[in-house]
């Protein structure tokens, strides 16, 4: 149980153009989901906390107009990179909580490989 | 949040058991202990969850002193497949929302056969 599938799991895009990953709990509802990115050899730094029915949350120094989230049902949450640039290639990864008897357990995407060229 | 810190390597050889020790001395009384194991290009996945003593699943055990400021993961017989990199968290999970997590660098863990 508990899976989160996220897509597409790899995306090239050109300079300028949008790029929206889908994230998605399968077996659970999730009221919230999470968005980190994670750059080679580094840990996974959180972008935001998308909560369903309201405004995302997002960590300092991420641009909320840059980077739009949109959490319109429990089982799904959508990242949008906007006019994406090449500073922007990353390994983005979503993931969903679980909450009840399993307390704050957080289950995550495969990620999403983004190069912009 | 609790500041968590590991060693940043490790090397095992295929067979042995594996102990990743995770210092955490601002833990707070309520806080959880869990960890991630992180394979190259794909999202961490959950391996175990803990608030005191010990605990054991299907994959690891989770030591916990009493005094919770470390904690350790032991993985039995590890094989090159456990090759990855092994994140601990700590944190509040009772506060009746969520709490964000930060992940610190890891472990890597290095099977060698």
């Known amino acids: 149980g508990a899976v989160v599938s996220q897509h597409p799991s790899r995306v090239i895009c050109k300079s300028g153009t949008s790029v929206k990953i889908e994230c998605r709990s399968l077996d659970f509802q999730a009221t919230t989901m999470f968005w980190y990115r994670q750059f080679p050899k580094q840990s996974l730094m959180l972008m935001a906390t998308?909560?369903?029915?309201?405004?995302?949350?997002?960590e300092q120094g991420v641009e909320k107009d840059k980077f739009l989230i949109n959490h319109a049902s429990l089982t799904l949450s959508t990242l949008t990179v906007t006019s994406a640039h090449p500073e922007d290639s990353s390994f983005y990864i979503c993931?969903?909580?679980?909450?009840?008897?399993?307390?704050?357990?957080?289950?995550f995407g495969a990620g999403t490989r983004l190069s912009v060229l | 949040l609790a500041k968590t810190t590991q060693p940043i390597s490790m090397d095992s050889y295929e067979g042995q058991e594996v102990n990743i020790t995770c210092s955490h001395n601002?833990?707070?009384?309520?806080?959880?202990i869990t960890w991630y194991q992180q394979f190259p290009s794909q999202g961490p996945r959950f391996i175990i969850q803990?608030?005191?003593t010990k605990v054991t699943n299907e994959v690891a055990s989770l030591f916990i002193p009493a005094d919770k400021k470390s904690s350790t993961l032991s993985l039995p017989r590890v094989s090159l497949s456990d090759t990855a990199v092994y994140y601990c968290?700590?944190?509040?999970?009772?506060?009746?929302?969520?709490?964000?997590?930060?992940f610190g660098i890891g472990t890597k863990l290095q099977v060698i056969p």
């Open positions: 601002n833990i707070a009384t309520n806080d959880y």
């Open positions: 998308s909560n369903e029915g309201s405004k995302a949350t997002y």
């Open positions: 993931s969903a909580r679980l909450g009840g008897g399993a307390k704050n357990i957080q289950y």
């Open positions: 803990g608030y005191k």
């Open positions: 968290l700590v944190g509040d999970f009772f506060d009746g929302g969520y709490q964000k997590v930060t």
